[in-house]
């Protein structure tokens, strides 16, 4: 491959614009219609399910929840690109990606209710732990596909992070790493701007994150994030090229994150309502349903399903996090490690005599803070 | 009281071999031993592969078991756990090698974060069965950062098992109960030890989690892991000299921690000195000494003392010699312990 071929394009790969019209591309060809409409209902439920988690955090069901409202492109996009075999790494603000994996929604957001800090199995579903420390999950994917590579499985891993994330030394590791060993993994940064309110001209100098992979020796490509067609050619692209022995590679989405970075977050201390503004007319959601009703491929008919069905998962969202779950103190000594030490057998016994002598309520779970978190 | 994994058969070998060898050969056999076991086990770090590590304990791995199985990294020990990690998530055993006590720093989010953490954050989903392996401690004469003793921020860490072995025989036992357990193991190996020699047999286990009583005594027991192990052997020597049986315990196991072996070994004398290198404030010395008052109180005639490194940052070459405690340091202490109240 020709040091030129690693380099991304100067603009972003974008194959929907804004007003719904397909622009042709040399080297991505436009999803076909069926698998736009799965996208395009996947956005109706990511956008519901991003609504109604801050409507739980306002209701104090959850402690907290990072949105990513106006970045369900990506999500949407990122579950979409792997095979059921492959999996997925995902950050904290991933929780739209994680659901459309396959996981219970009221599973993916048990991190953010407070009764435990996973909630969903791992393997059912092939998505790892999401992780709260930045760039951390990148060198886990990148060790999980060079023991898949090892045994001689096709297993692709994808990577999620965020622009922030590229400016910590995980970030450097995993890429270096990735490329040396030359392994399965799809790195794919959700470019929002902003690192909670440091924006992206603080994190880095470079042309574009994508720009980054050529010091590593892979190839790096720019995707417009509110596009989901280009999304999902451009990380099908990268997919593919892992498959087939050809390494790993770096995709970055250019995206805007609507809301503020939590809920305990101020974004106008930080940030324009112009600039937020501009960004409405790029939504994802009304891209895709602009292109597909002018081909024919949507109706209100089935925009109206789709939004029934989001509607159940969001009523089931309710449901599920409006009920406490019986917890068990137990569970704080269980899974530490595999063999119970002496010292935590003494240590849950302590606790045990507590609640038998009625110090501690066995049931009752303590509020949940929700404000001035991360 | 231990965590048991010494039921498992630590070799395929058809006959027990025993062998006299250095501790730096006794953790390469546990290698060796333990790549040709389990399929599963790939060693990896810097310098591990041609070079054999800067301490040779990964001597001659790559060219028996091929680059598959023993294999060089970049220079980057984040990248080095933080893949390990993500091989445990895959089914592997992975055991790295960081190269110096303060060089494994830079993996310290990941260690904290990650390995000590997933198997409780999946609820037991994900197991981490891998094993960090960290040349420790001082001794040898090296420069800034090669000398530090770090094991107090391991031992603070929950769900990670710490051990240091202190004889050949315990190097090799212990390594190989380390990459057979399920949970993730910082495995801190004495430089100062590296080349000293005893006997071997690969069908003899030890237990994370235990404690060992390396030399018997009546009067006073010291309790040591690592290097300070043969310093606590020296000084009892020295004390027998002096008409003072001294016990000594290898605590072996910093975390889980032999309270049943330590305290009865205690109660047994009435009378303890805990000696590590480490800076004393905050330390697994400290955490030992507390957990020996709390058991053995009333068995005890005089307060338990300990010798440590001073709190400071470690000494230079040559200063050396005056931070580490040493024989006179530890007699001194074993000679504050009421024994006139015994006449």
Redesign the interface.
């Known amino acids: 491959m020709l040091h030129a071929d690693l380099l991304p394009r100067d603009t972003t790969v974008r194959l929907i614009d804004e007003n719904g019209t397909v622009v042709a591309d040399a080297h991505y060809a436009l999803p076909d219609t069926d698998t736009l409409v799965r996208a395009y209902r996947g956005l109706v439920e990511g956008r519901r399910i991003n609504d109604q988690a801050g409507a739980l955090v306002r209701q104090g069901r959850l402690a907290v929840y990072p949105s990513s409202h106006g970045q369900e492109a990506c999500q949407v996009g990122a579950s979409m690109a792997i095979g059921d075999a492959d999996w997925l790494f995902p950050t904290y603000r991933d929780s739209v990606a994680v659901i459309a994996r396959g996981v219970e929604p009221a599973d993916a957001l048990v991190l953010l209710k407070g009764d ?3 909630g969903y ?3 059912a579903h092939r998505v ?2 999401q ?1 709260t ?1 930045l760039a ?1 999950q ?11 590579k ?1 045994r001689g499985e096709d297993t692709v891993v994808l990577a999620l992070c965020g622009d922030g994330a590229t400016s910590e ?2 970030f450097h ?2 890429m ?2 990735a490329a ?1 060993f030359h392994v399965p993994v799809v790195f794919f940064v959700q470019n929002n701007e902003f690192a909670i309110s440091v924006p992206l001209s603080r994190q880095t100098a470079a042309p574009s994150l994508a720009h980054k992979a050529i010091g590593y020796g892979m190839p790096g490509q720019r995707v417009d994030g509110n596009d989901v067609a280009a999304v999902l050619a451009v990380l099908g692209a990268a997919v593919d090229r892992a498959r087939s022995g050809g390494g790993p590679s770096l995709v970055e989405a250019h995206t805007y994150r609507m809301q503020a970075h939590t809920n305990a977050d101020d974004d106008t201390r930080y940030r324009e309502r112009e600039e937020v503004q501009a960004w409405v007319a790029r939504d994802p959601l009304v891209r895709l349903r602009a292109h597909l009703t002018g081909i024919g491929a949507l109706d209100d008919e089935v925009d109206a399903q789709f939004a029934a069905g989001a509607e159940t998962i969001a009523a089931a969202m309710r449901a599920a996090l409006n009920t406490d779950t019986d917890l068990d103190p137990e ?1 704080l000594f ?6 119970r ?4 057998e003494e240590q849950w016994t302590l606790l045990r005599g507590e609640i038998e002598r009625g110090q501690l309520d066995a049931t009752q779970t303590a509020p949940i803070a929700t404000g001035g978190h991360r | ?1 231990t ?3 010494d039921d498992i058969r630590l070799t395929d070998r058809s006959e027990r071999e025993v062998a006299t060898l250095s501790m730096a050969a006794a953790l390469n056999l546990a290698l060796a031993d333990a790549i040709e076991h389990d399929p599963d086990v ?1 060693v990896f770090g810097e310098d591990v592969g041609a070079l054999g590590g800067v301490f040779r304990i990964t001597d001659g791995l790559t060219a028996r078991f091929g680059e ?1 199985r023993c294999f060089d ?2 220079l ?1 020990e ?2 080095i ?12 055993r ?1 055991v790295v090698e960081l190269q110096f006590d303060a060089f494994a720093l ?1 993996a310290f ?2 260690v904290v ?2 390995v000590a ?11 981490m069965p891998m094993v960090i392996r960290i040349p420790f401690g001082g001794g040898i004469g090296g420069v800034e950062h090669h000398c530090d003793s770090s094991e107090a921020y391991y031992a603070h860490t ?2 990670l ?1 710490v051990v240091s072995p202190s004889t050949p025989q315990d190097a090799y036992s212990l390594l190989r109960a380390a990459i057979a357990s ?2 993730p193991v910082i495995f801190l190996e004495p430089k100062k030890l590296y080349w000293t020699k005893g006997e071997v047999d690969t069908t003899v286990t030890a237990a994370l ?1 235990s404690a060992r009583i390396a030399r018997d005594g009546t009067d006073v027991t010291l309790l040591a892991y690592g290097a300070s192990v043969a310093l606590a052997l020296e000084v009892a020597d020295a004390a027998a000299a002096e008409g003072r049986s001294v016990q000594v315990v290898d605590v072996r196991s910093l ?3 032999d ?2 072996t330590v305290t009865a070994a205690v109660r047994s004398t009435g009378r303890a000195v805990v000696i590590a290198e480490a800076p004393g404030y905050a330390s697994v010395a400290s955490e030992i000494q507390a957990r020996v008052f709390e058991r053995c109180f009333e068995f005890l005639a005089a307060p338990v003392r300990k010798v440590t490194g001073f709190d400071v940052p470690y000494a230079p070459p040559k200063l050396e010699h005056w931070y580490l405690p040493d024989v006179d340091r530890v007699l001194d202490a074993i000679d504050t312990l009421h024994w006139d109240e015994d006449a």
Do not use: C, Y
């Open positions: 435990w800090h996973s199995d791992v393997r790892a732990p992780t420390p951390t990148l060198l886990h994917a990148v060790g999980f596909a060079q023991a898949a090892h030394g995980d590791e995993a270096n790493f040396v569970d269980r899974f530490v490690t595999e063999t030490s002496p010292q935590l | 009281m965590i048991a994994h790939v598959d990294t970049p980057a984040s990248g756990v933080g893949t390990a990690v993500g091989m445990a998530m895959n089914g592997m992975p830079p989010e990941q974060s990650h953490k997933l198997g409780n954050r999946t609820r037991g989903g994900m197991r929950p769900g098992t399920p949970d989690g975390s889980p921690f309270d049943a």
